[in-house]
């Protein structure tokens, strides 16, 4: 009686963790460097916390650490959702020290940089393999998107069975082309937006509460 | 992997039979093309990596990318179709297809000039 009593009551402990409303989901934010992820979790986290989650900077790499901004509620049509934001360094297969040096930046400045870059990169893969629940994918909308890190990325995403949301950022550029991310990536709903002016992001919150509530 | 007589001759590339690479692990096939890359070879996959495969190759090629020595990697691969339209089920049973075409080259030597869904042209230079 006791042994089925036990059993009963870890069936339920582990029912209660794995669908409990209260752990909040970790959401990684992913994309490739200069596509204004930092941009976007400074946005959400001000928008619903009133913090910023890092600096901003026009210099790829910026962002070499994953940063995570915790508690985040978002509250859609009277009823809340709880995420993690995890602001990831943009992915790509190579980083040479010399692309910093064109931003006036002196060689140990730059080699430590590029390092810290790498680290980060590593950082956000190992992140997407064990520790996010769901991602947020972000497209610079003026530039082509079928870029094999891209397509890479989001094969990766999906091989996970991760929810993913696509965002098409930087709409306020002249050159910025949604349907082009949406042509790339039609197994996947894309959504439109800019981070830097607040564009759009009602339909954002959304389809995150949608996506990952 | 067979050496040619004098690399500074030309470029060597290494195409390698999807039988070769199902024989082993996955940190053996990440170490078998990072180590021709790092050569300056050009390595072409016949049936290409995993989704966790090529994870952990990022993950790598990171670790291993040292100022002026090595600035990771250029990699193209045809958009695999077929898994994306693998059903779920398909996935959870194995049977998804990940064979896709992969040309992985030094990022300094390697560039891609045009890509489409059954065309992968790239120039590559010399070291």
Request: proline residues 4%; hydrophobic residues 35%.
């Amino acid at each position: 009686m006791g042994l089925l009593t036990n059993l009963k009551d870890s069936i339920s402990r582990a029912a209660a963790s794995l669908f409990s409303e209260e752990d909040p989901k970790r959401i990684g934010i992913y994309g490739p460097p200069n596509a204004g992820k930092t941009t976007l979790a400074n946005r959400i986290a001000r928008d619903w916390t009133g913090d910023a989650v890092g600096p901003e900077s026009h210099v790829p790499h910026e962002t070499r650490r994953a940063r995570r901004k915790e508690n985040v509620e978002i509250e859609r049509d009277g009823k809340k959702v709880t995420i993690d934001i995890v602001d990831t360094p943009g992915v790509t297969t190579k980083v040479d020290y010399t692309e910093f040096l064109e931003h006036d930046m002196e060689k140990d400045d730059a080699v430590r940089r590029s390092r810290e870059a790498t680290e980060g990169v590593a950082e956000a893969m190992h992140w997407l393999r064990e520790d996010v629940d769901g991602v947020i994918y972000v497209l610079d909308s003026s530039t082509d998107p079928f870029t094999q890190v891209n397509t890479m990325l989001i094969g990766i995403i999906e091989s996970q069975d991760l929810p993913v949301l696509i965002l098409a950022n930087k709409i306020d550029l002249e050159d910025s082309s949604v349907q082009r991310i949406r042509n790339a990536y039609p197994q996947h709903e894309t959504i439109p937006l800019s981070a830097l002016e607040g564009d759009n992001m009602d339909e954002v919150y959304d389809k995150i509460a949608e996506y990952f509530g | 992997m067979a050496e040619v007589k004098d690399p500074s001759d030309g470029v060597q590339i290494d195409l390698i039979s999807g039988e070769r690479m199902d024989g082993l692990t996955s940190m053996e096939k990440i170490r078998l093309i990072l180590d021709g890359v790092r050569d300056g070879n050009i390595v072409i996959l016949e049936e290409g990596l995993s989704p966790d495969e090529e994870s952990r190759l990022i993950e790598v090629t990171m670790t291993e990318i040292s100022p002026d020595e090595f600035n990771g990697i250029e990699i193209e691969t045809y958009p695999k179709s077929e898994a994306a339209d693998a059903s779920l089920l398909d996935r959870i049973m194995g049977k998804e297809s990940t064979k896709k075409l992969t040309v992985i080259g030094p990022a300094n030597q390697i560039e891609t000039l045009h890509k489409d869904k059954n065309l992968i042209s790239a120039l590559v230079s010399r070291k």
